[in-house]
């Protein structure tokens, strides 16, 4: 069964870094989203991507935060600078319209020191 | 704005016992509802989905849940829990019509017990 994949599965960073976390989305899906989990609390949309460029995105996406499909088969999610608050687990998604069940994968967790 | 509560942080069942996992939703709209799984160090799967067609809806793994309008509920079920399904489960709502902006419930981790 295809498979939304996502790397690295943990990273700890130092506060005021800047974190790149990698997905690669299921082959012949077009929407691709973000969403985080702060420890304790709900899963929570950042972004949701398609065409290139966002369809969509939260109040917790500010200009600390970026996404980009830089080739065919990769989609980043970009933090800036870091802070102890963004620490969290991320997870990418995809979907092949927007009218279909979202696929995820299994996170990525950032630590912020 | 469209929400979720999922009524338990954590339920512990026997195996072989039914499961209840409860979900009350609340919607400006007739929603579109979703029971998600996560066992650890896996994504978010897909166990069924509510789409204003049948109220009763089946999953996988023997899951089942009800949409009942009445009582903007949606409550997840299943008859007899296996050690397979600890896990955390959370109840979804569609934030509009079509599925790409979701709005989770906080989650309930499910234990089974020998």
């Known amino acids: 069964e295809p498979e939304v994949t996502q790397t690295p599965s943990h990273q700890v960073t130092q506060m005021g870094q800047e974190v790149i976390l990698r997905c690669v989305p299921i082959s012949n899906h077009l929407y691709f989203y973000w969403y985080r989990q702060i420890l304790g609390q709900k899963v929570e949309f950042l972004v949701s991507f398609y065409n290139n460029e966002i369809s969509e995105k939260s109040e917790i996406f500010d200009d600390q935060f970026s996404v980009e499909r830089p080739d065919g088969s990769n989609f980043t999610l970009k933090i800036r600078s870091t802070k102890l608050e963004d620490s969290a687990m991320y997870f990418c998604?995809?979907?092949?319209?927007?009218?279909?069940?979202?696929?995820f994968g299994a996170g990525s967790r950032l630590t912020v020191l | 704005a469209q929400s979720v509560t999922q009524l338990d942080s954590h339920v512990s069942v026997s195996e072989g016992t039914p499961v209840l996992l409860r979900c009350n939703y609340s919607s400006s709209y007739s929603p579109s509802l979703f029971w998600y799984v996560q066992h650890p160090n896996k994504g978010l799967q897909l166990l069924l989905k509510y789409t204003s067609a049948a109220t009763l809806v089946k999953g996988i793994n023997g899951f089942e849940a009800e949409f009942k309008k009445s009582e903007t509920s949606f409550h997840l079920t299943k008859p007899s829990a296996h050690m397979s399904d600890a896990a955390e489960y959370f109840c979804?709502?569609?934030?509009?019509?079509?599925?790409?902006?979701?709005?989770f419930g906080k989650g309930t981790m499910l234990l089974v017990s020998p």
């Open positions: 979804v709502v569609s934030t509009r019509p079509g599925y790409s902006t979701l709005t």
């Open positions: 998604a995809s979907s092949e319209t927007e009218a279909n069940v979202l696929t």
